[in-house]
């Protein structure tokens, strides 16, 4: 079974558009009202191993302030008014449910980074312990803010029990949150942290996959019979969400390359545009009654568009913030150390598992004597330092020259010398 999830999380580009199909033909032909008895359970199976999973103690990490800083204004003060202002734009002015859509579309904006933030930016190649810090900081911050910015700005639209909201949020983050947090707390005290993070962490990322097939399954099941009958709701619906994830690449891609460093920059565009669909769709079916059914079908296909730009945007990458590393100028600098020679070459960075514990490697000490032997040395310090963006510093310690002769002549030169010439000399 495990073999049989690993493959939906690795392929939920297609896997959720498939589920989708499978529960719109399942609500046209079938009652799939019962289905909302599952909502709970199947959110909790979504977000529980997500929280599990988290390092907490990597936000204590670094001091890298400005980029979380920014991440996190960007999240919660541009982020949802582009949400707002393009629902205002593509569903003003319509019948019901275009003002449900757009309250969908803010939920989106005003919910936190979602757990997929941090494998997207390990994908390209981004800093991952960043990432971490971004979704657990933005986990707290949006689920205070949520109800908050929602009665605010949408108050006029549709109404918003603020308190409803701040349960269901509770439910569908800090008690999962909580859950996860002590489930890993258990597994590393009678484990160990080494068998945590190679054989049991890997086991929970899966099964949040599940849990995102099984609740776009259920909103699309229980939407069937109104989306077959009006099938162009679906092209009304996807045009501003493509609107909003393409002017948040482009305003994140434009921040990140004058402001931040590759990797840093990777982190940020991911901390921003990887919403927590998940508790979005669950908020929406649990805080707005019948109407929640609406919302969430706005919801589902933002998975379709957020899956599918996150995997291009990786492709572009290289081309908007440039090469992880520059090999040319690394091999120059090691030529003229008498490192390398014309034929030398860096090797590939060593493969990390993008389940294994995040290290915190800023800087290498390299310590040679310039031997052949430390040649090969060397390039596998400059690809653990090309991996991790650490610093590479080379040492060599030049010997005592007085005693190097006195090895070489066989006569020991201090005895023959006063204090002060040997200092000269040396």
């Not at 999830?5 to 799939?32: C, D, E, H, R, T």
């Not at 003060?77 to 707002?84: F, K, N, Q, R, W």
């Not at 160990?192 to 849990?211: D, T």
Request: aromatic share 12%.
């Amino acid at each position: 079974m495990f073999k049989i999830l690993s493959v939906l999380q690795k392929n939920l580009v297609w896997a959720i558009p498939i589920s989708m199909a499978l529960g719109l033909g399942f609500g046209y032909f079938f009652n799939a009202d019962p289905l909302k008895q599952f909502i709970i359970p199947v959110t909790f199976i979504m977000v529980y191993p997500m929280m599990t999973t988290l390092n907490i103690k990597s936000i204590f990490k670094g001091k890298d302030y400005k980029l979380q800083l920014t991440t996190q204004i960007i999240n919660f003060v541009i982020i949802p008014i582009i949400a707002y202002f393009t629902g205002r734009l593509f569903f003003s002015g319509g019948t019901e449910k275009y003002a449900l859509w757009a309250v969908g579309l803010f939920l989106i904006g005003v919910l936190p980074t979602s757990g997929m933030t941090i494998s997207w930016t390990g994908f390209a190649r981004g800093n991952k312990e960043a990432a971490i810090k971004m979704v657990v900081f933005g986990l707290i911050i949006g689920a205070l803010a949520a109800p908050v910015y929602t009665q605010v700005f949408m108050g006029a639209t549709i109404e918003v029990n603020m308190l409803h909201m701040f349960r269901q949020i509770a439910l569908f983050v800090f008690v999962p949150l909580i859950a996860g947090l002590a489930t890993q707390s258990f597994l590393k005290k009678n484990y160990g942290e080494k068998v945590w993070n190679q054989r049991l962490k890997p086991k929970f990322p899966p099964f949040s996959a599940l849990g995102v097939i099984l609740i776009a399954f259920v909103a699309m099941s229980l939407k069937a019979k109104s989306i077959i009958a009006n099938p162009g709701d679906i092209v009304i619906i996807l045009a501003p969400l493509t609107m909003f994830y393409l002017v948040s690449y482009v305003l994140l891609s434009i921040v990140g390359r004058l402001f931040f460093r590759r990797g840093d920059a990777i982190a940020m565009v991911y901390g921003v545009v990887m919403r927590d669909l998940s508790i979005a769709l669950a908020i929406a079916m649990t805080a707005f009654g019948k109407q929640g059914f609406t919302i969430a079908l706005l919801i589902a296909l933002a998975y379709v568009i957020q899956i599918q730009t996150a995997a291009w945007y990786v492709k572009m990458v290289d081309k908007i913030f440039g090469k992880a590393m520059a090999k040319a100028d690394e091999i120059e600098m090691l030529k003229g150390a008498a490192m390398l020679t014309e034929n030398d070459k860096i090797p590939e960075p060593l493969p990390v598992e993008d389940h294994a514990m995040v290290p915190d490697i800023k800087r290498i000490l390299y310590a040679t004597d310039l031997s052949d032997t430390a040649r090969h040395a060397v390039r596998y310090a400059c690809s653990i330092g090309h991996q991790y963006g650490a610093k590479v510093t080379l040492l060599h310690v030049i010997p005592d020259i007085v005693e190097e002769i006195s090895i070489g002549t066989g006569i020991n030169r201090v005895d023959h010398m006063g204090k002060k010439e040997w200092e000269s000399l040396n």
